[in-house]
């Protein structure tokens, strides 16, 4: 939705940042000047004790000193409420008492007509609340006590009853002046094809009102008490209202509990979605009757980065989990994916929570596995690969998974985990043995050993030889060797200068680093705050040893970042130089190993093109663009010499040796 041009001005003029942020936070009375709007308070953002957060409510602008958020009123509502931008600019529109702009007349129109029909909607849930006191109710009241539900909590989830009456709903709307057209639009009744009076669409079923994320009743959902009933659940009629494909239960209440920190929880039904969040896990939502849809996961992944989708240990939420995975492969992005918490066989997370309590549901959740681990279980499970056949099939098989993600990182990253599973499967390649042809292992440890195949497919053969000895990584001449003390070159630079972090940020977070030590203490230099005591937290991190083990190399420590930290320029440019030469040596790398997988049946020349380009970009990206291209002879004391101006003074020699003679005659 577009605004027009001045309603933000207007909106942040009328609004107060302090009134705003002072909905979240507790002032610090020592360091505030409430009268100039200079206002002090701990981070809501992050953890911490000090009052580092700063609110200019002249200026309408807040920072904080110490996770160096900023922003205005309306990122901060998008932030602590966990809103897009228009509901923010809704919520304060609403408190400043300013009216939101309609995009034209018919839009206007149709928005009356839907907050007419959001009325119905409410007046209907408060009737089948009534209803649920009633003594034609009574079954429906001993249901949700069989369920454990108190009434307290059926007060907070507006659970209702409707009674088994053709007309009741349609009867107490149209008698408290609602028109029928009203009724049958906001899918509460049906016309009849035979033209006679609308029929209320739920009959002797328990109401469970579905809301949107602002809180308006837009559907109903209805269960059953008949056990003869034709659907055990029954939603409304897609409305106005209502997009079943792009709603979702508890929606609004479980994104507020996961802006706050809770984990998002994917349930199969309404009882679940109740169930969890009265026993404290509060971030919990579930699709409406149908399968996830590609917007329901967009709405999901708006709320929280990685939900967990928890699903009844039987063989139907197996395959549930299944379609989501389908699903989900060609939508993954860099830190969006999914994790599944498969229950118990024959339990759904009410079971659990009654016959195990919260912290077995908690120890679920903990345990909940990566979305490759469940797709590689489909894909072997039951199955018998004794066979080159059968092996040949399932390799197939994951290259045509694989090929569904179209993000190239993450669809590298699937392959390498893929096919780290499926050498534990058919056992260790035997010592000496080519890599195989569709190698994915791309995460081992640096230690002793040799290389097979790439930097990434190292084989662990013996102990680590010590960097401080005569035969040092960079004395045997390999390129992993290189890379791994370029990795270290880098990584203590920043430990030493890390006001230089967040100038290579970028490149630090797409380079994948040749150890699973190095990519971690890049993750906690990116995390940490540079202000901080950086070598405390990777202490924490990584232990001593480690930390140790990064700057003991004797190149490392002659590098200039490390050897004098004062000096940041120098620092800067040698960390930038090693960067550009890793990155360089790593999109090669990814382009040759690409190339191989895509390859089927004969190589052409246009493969064998690519593979060569690659490679030469490989080489390149060893030498520095200004490196000294000059050959050198080695003199009789060791020193080297440029073999051109070696021979430019042979010849000079020569000629006044020359002269000498010539004089001598």
Not at 393 to 410: F, Q
Not at 520 to 526: A, H, K, T
Request: one cysteine or more; glycine letters at 8%.
């Amino acid at each position: 939705m577009s605004l027009p041009p001045g309603f933000l001005d207007e909106l942040r003029t009328r609004t107060s940042l302090v009134q705003v942020v002072g909905r979240k936070v507790m002032w610090d009375p020592r360091k505030s000047n409430q009268g100039k709007g200079d206002m002090w308070a701990p981070c809501p953002f992050h953890q911490e004790k000090t009052a580092s957060f700063h609110v200019d409510d002249r200026k309408g602008f807040y920072h904080c000193f110490g996770c160096h958020a900023s922003g205005d009123a309306i990122s901060f509502v998008r932030e602590t409420e966990n809103v897009d931008f228009i509901e923010a600019v809704e919520i304060l529109a609403q408190e400043a008492g300013m009216q939101m702009p309609a995009r034209d007349p018919k839009a206007q129109e149709k928005q009356d007509h839907r907050t007419e029909i959001a009325k119905v909607m409410e007046q209907a849930v408060q009737f089948f609340r009534l209803q649920l006191k009633t003594g034609a109710a009574e079954g429906a009241r001993g249901y949700l006590e069989r369920r454990g539900l108190t009434l307290q909590a059926q007060e907070r989830w507006d659970i209702g009853y409707s009674p088994d009456n053709r007309q009741a709903l349609f009867q107490h709307l149209t008698g408290k002046g609602v028109a029928p057209e009203l009724i049958v639009d906001a899918g509460l009744c049906a016309k009849p094809d035979d033209g006679g009076a609308p029929y209320d669409r739920f009959r002797g079923r328990i109401i469970f009102p579905i809301r949107d994320p602002r809180g308006r009743a837009i559907a109903l959902g209805g269960r059953a008490l008949d056990p003869n009933a034709r659907a055990k659940y029954l939603n409304s009629p897609e409305t106005l209202l209502f997009d079943k494909g792009r709603s979702l239960y508890n929606h609004g209440p479980a994104r507020e509990a996961a802006g706050k920190g809770k984990p998002l929880i994917v349930a199969e039904g309404y009882m679940d979605v109740i169930a969890l969040s009265e026993a404290g896990f509060g971030a919990t939502v579930a699709p409406l009757g149908t399968a996830i849809t590609e917007d329901q996961l967009r709405l999901l992944w708006r709320v929280a980065p990685e939900p967990i989708i928890a699903l009844d240990g039987d063989t139907a939420g197996l395959r549930a989990a299944m379609r989501v995975i389908d699903l989900a492969l060609p939508m993954l992005e860099a830190g969006q994916s999914l994790r599944f918490a498969i229950m118990p066989e024959g339990k759904d997370p009410d079971d659990v929570l009654k016959s195990d309590g919260p912290d077995a549901m908690q120890r679920l959740l903990d345990g909940a596995m990566p979305m490759v681990n469940l797709l590689w279980q489909r894909e072997t499970e039951g199955k018998n690969f004794d066979s080159p056949e059968r092996k040949a099939a399932l390799d197939k098989s994951l290259r045509e998974t694989v090929k569904k993600i179209r993000d190239p990182s993450i669809r590298r990253h699937y392959a390498d985990d893929l096919n780290r599973m499926r050498h534990a499967l058919f056992g260790p390649v035997p010592a000496g043995a080519p890599a195989p042809s569709e190698s994915f292992d791309r995460k081992p440890s640096f230690g002793g050993g040799k290389w097979q195949g790439g930097r990434k497919n190292w084989r662990n053969t013996g102990p680590s030889v010590q960097p401080t000895t005569k035969t040092s990584l960079l004395a045997t001449g390999s390129d992993e060797a290189t890379i791994y003390l370029r990795e270290c070159v880098v990584l203590a630079t920043l430990l030493r200068n890390p006001g230089l972090i967040e100038r290579f940020e970028t490149p630090l977070e797409r380079y994948d680093f040749s150890t699973e030590t190095h990519n971690l203490i890049r993750d906690v230099l990116l995390r940490v705050d540079p202000a901080s005591d950086v070598e405390s937290a990777l202490l924490d991190a990584i232990g001593p040893e480690a930390l140790e083990n990064l700057t003991a190399p004797r190149h490392v420590q002659l590098a200039p970042g490390v050897r004098s930290p004062s000096q940041s320029e120098l620092a800067e440019l040698c960390v930038e130089e090693e960067m550009r030469k890793l990155m360089a040596s790593y999109g090669a790398e990814r382009e040759i190993s690409e190339a191989m997988r895509d390859m089927e049946g004969a190589v052409d020349e246009g493969m064998t093109w690519r593979l060569s380009q690659a490679a030469e970009a490989r080489n390149k990206a060893s030498r520095s663009e200004g490196e000294d291209k000059a050959a050198y002879d080695i003199a009789e004391n060791g020193t080297k010499m440029n073999r051109e101006e070696r021979s430019a003074f042979d010849g000079l020699l020569a000629k006044i040796q020359g002269s000498r003679q010539k004089a001598k005659r």
